[in-house]
């Protein structure tokens, strides 16, 4: 270590193309890096580099082999490229950010393992995801210095379901970044009524992956209940990537045909702020999450939000967010008493503008920064 500060490489390879929660995560972390005198490295894929030297100055930015963009050979250079870049960068601590890690390296391996969901919701993965997963993460667990949750949650389902030794897993909540997710202007959320043809018409927003542990049929069948038989009935909006939940079209096509449902897919990022921001309620009545960065994100963007206080949810939402439960009768309840009460949406979206403030970047890379101090020492 130079001057008490760790040489860490952090194997950025596993960034999807459409930056979804892991590259936010990896993005947000790496940009609050680079405002810290860090002995940084940093690998990813060849389309990523430019990005990454823009967002870290002082760090070494290597481009993998151009295979890593398929999983499969990416995991095979995971487990004997990487561990040698290590070792070629002279690394103290070799940083893996979602779920794998090398079984064998030179020096202390950390890992982030994002949720304990694969065991706790084994019904919302398809077989062959969630062996891997389990898989994945009992080996990071049983072979890691140092394992790092986004919460406390997090954190206790790992010492419950796999004996983690509480003395190695560290809690370094996400954060969110305050230029990207934001309160927007009206032109904003005009912008994005526009794109989405909507034209006047409120809506309710749902971002997202589209899996079942994200509850999008009971969320599509709630609003069903709570919206047909309003004289003004609010769209419902589902954004984000398309999945692998069949549900969700069976969900849909029971909705009725007074009422309009949407699902354009992803978003440009830049639209985020305008989409969230926008509607009447942000909906995410998810199943269980690790940290559950859309209800932060949206919170961030003054969004009035309903979740679940299921896992995580509550330690990101607090008092700032309304709870409800996974069933679309409940989430038809939950979700037509604020459609009923301006007065407490407006409380809610400035209560979850104050409280987002609180995660920060910075105080994530703080948290990674010990992790990786303790991993090396």
């Known amino acids: 270590m130079t001057a008490g500060r760790p040489r860490v490489l952090v194997d950025a390879t596993s960034v999807p193309a459409d930056r979804g929660g892991v590259g936010r995560y990896v993005d947000g972390l790496l940009a609050a890096l680079g405002r810290r005198e860090m002995n940084l490295a940093v690998v990813c894929q060849r389309t990523d580099v430019e990005r990454y030297e823009r967002l ?64 706790t919701e084994p019904e919302h993965y398809d077989k062959s995801r969630r062996t891997f997963f389990r898989s994945a993460i009992k080996t990071s667990v049983r072979r890691a210095e140092r394992v790092i949750v986004p919460s406390k949650a997090t954190r206790d389902e790992l010492i419950r379901l796999l004996d983690a030794d509480p003395a190695r897993v560290d809690v370094a909540y996400h954060g969110v970044d305050p230029v990207a997710f934001h309160a927007p202007s009206e032109e904003e959320k005009a912008r994005v009524r526009a794109r989405l043809g909507l034209g006047d018409r409120r809506y309710v927003a749902f971002l997202g992956a589209n899996e079942p542990r994200k509850n999008v049929p009971n969320l599509i069948r709630g609003w069903v209940q709570a919206c047909q038989d309003r004289e003004d009935p609010p769209a419902l909006v589902i954004a984000g990537g398309q999945g692998h939940d069949d549900e969700i079209d069976r969900a849909a096509a029971s909705v009725p045909s007074q009422l309009r449902l949407l699902r354009p897919g992803y978003l440009r990022f830049g639209d985020l702020p305008g989409f969230l921001g926008g509607a009447l309620v942000a909906a995410y009545p998810s199943y269980g999450e690790g940290f559950g960065l859309p209800v932060l994100e949206a919170m961030a963007c003054g969004a009035p939000v309903l979740t679940t206080p299921r896992l995580s949810l509550p330690e990101v939402g607090g008092d700032a967010v309304a709870y409800t439960g996974p069933e679309p009768e409940e989430i038809a309840r939950d979700l037509g008493r604020l459609l009923d009460d301006e007065v407490r949406r407006r409380e809610l979206a400035m209560a979850g503008l104050a409280r987002a403030k609180e995660f920060t970047w910075d105080a994530s890379a703080d948290a990674h920064v010990a992790a990786w101090t303790r991993a090396a020492r």
Request: proline share 11%; glycine share 4%; net charge negative.
């Open 56 to 119: 870290l100055p002082g760090a070494e930015v290597i481009s993998a082999p151009a295979a890593v963009a398929h999983r499969p050979a990416r995991l095979a250079w995971e487990q004997t490229g990487l561990p040698l870049l290590a070792q070629q960068l002279g690394a103290d601590v070799l940083h893996s950010p979602y779920y794998t890690c090398p079984l064998r390296a030179a020096c202390p391996v950390t890992v982030t393992v994002h949720d304990a969901t694969f065991f």
